[in-house]
């Protein structure tokens, strides 16, 4: 987890989107990491690219509810921007990341944020899940897991998604991503990214996702996930999948 007054993954990835809430320190951390890796902005684009067209087909789908999991800073085409229309819960573990949110977002009827650990939903304030994901349990709706399964192990993501599936009702959808391989041949870079990181390969993450089924589209590069014009220049180093809880 981010330290306090430290660098915050979260508002390095505002900083590389172009978003205004991030510090010097972030800056800094970004640059070193930058240094050790090579560009990351475009990198940082595509994975927002691919939340704003897996929420938007979810959207399209139906799912008017989103609960955000490991959410980051709620800004730069963000749940609640790509689809208006739908009423979003962001959470987060980092109590100044939740903070952050809760400010850019007072005044929000359709959208909040607060505390939540994706590891145990039950962390999640039950008032707000019930005011802007309502139906939670009842009705379909969409969960967003994005730039979180990097930091956990197998069997606690495994365990996390599995409960997950319990908590939803039927045809509730689940966007998702993963780190590929790509920082092992970057060794300081992997070494910025601390010991609870976690690299996979696709035929690795697959299993993890239990009985969530991945949509036709499989789980791919995040900038080749329902692409839509030219293709991006960027490293594969996130794959991303939506996934379904069928109907019973
Ligand atoms: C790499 S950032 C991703 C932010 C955002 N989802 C994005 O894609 O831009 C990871 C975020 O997950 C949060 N996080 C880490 N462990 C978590 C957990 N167990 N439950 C919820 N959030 C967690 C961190 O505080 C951080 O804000």
Redesign the pocket.
């Known amino acids: 987890?981010?330290q306090p007054d430290g660098p915050?993954?979260?508002r390095?990835?505002?900083y590389w989107?172009g978003g205004r809430h991030h510090r010097p320190v972030d800056v800094a951390a970004a640059a070193a990491f930058e240094a050790a890796y090579g560009p990351c902005a475009a990198i940082?684009r595509s994975?927002?690219g691919f939340?704003g067209r897996s929420v938007r087909a979810m959207a399209d789908e139906g799912v008017d509810g989103f609960l955000?999991?490991?959410?980051?800073?709620p800004t730069?085409g963000?749940v609640h921007e790509v689809a208006p229309e739908a009423t979003v819960l962001y959470?987060?573990?980092?109590p100044e990341?939740v903070r952050l949110g809760q400010r850019l977002l007072a005044g929000s009827d359709r959208a909040g944020y607060g505390y939540?650990?994706?590891?145990?939903t039950g962390?999640v304030d039950r008032a707000q899940l019930h005011r802007f994901v309502p139906g939670w349990g009842r009705r379909p709706v969409g969960v967003?897991?994005?730039?979180?399964a990097?930091?956990?192990d197998d069997d606690?993501l495994a365990r996390?998604l599995d409960e997950l599936y319990q908590a939803v009702a039927p045809g509730s959808r689940l966007a998702i991503?993963f780190d590929s391989e790509e920082l092992a041949g970057h060794p300081q870079a992997l070494a910025m990214m601390g010991p609870a990181f976690r690299m996979r390969a696709p035929d690795r993450f697959a299993p993890l996702l239990g009985r969530w089924r991945p949509t036709d589209d499989g789980v791919v590069p995040v900038a080749r996930w329902r692409l839509e014009g030219e293709p991006e220049q960027v490293p594969d180093a996130f794959y991303g999948a939506l996934a379904l809880r069928p109907a019973d």
Do not use: E, Q
């Open positions: 987890m981010d915050s993954t979260a390095m990835i505002d989107l940082f994975l927002r939340l955000v999991f490991g959410a980051g800073v730069c963000n959470t987060d573990v980092d990341t939540g650990d994706a590891t145990d962390t967003v897991f994005l730039g979180l990097a930091f956990l606690t996390t991503d």
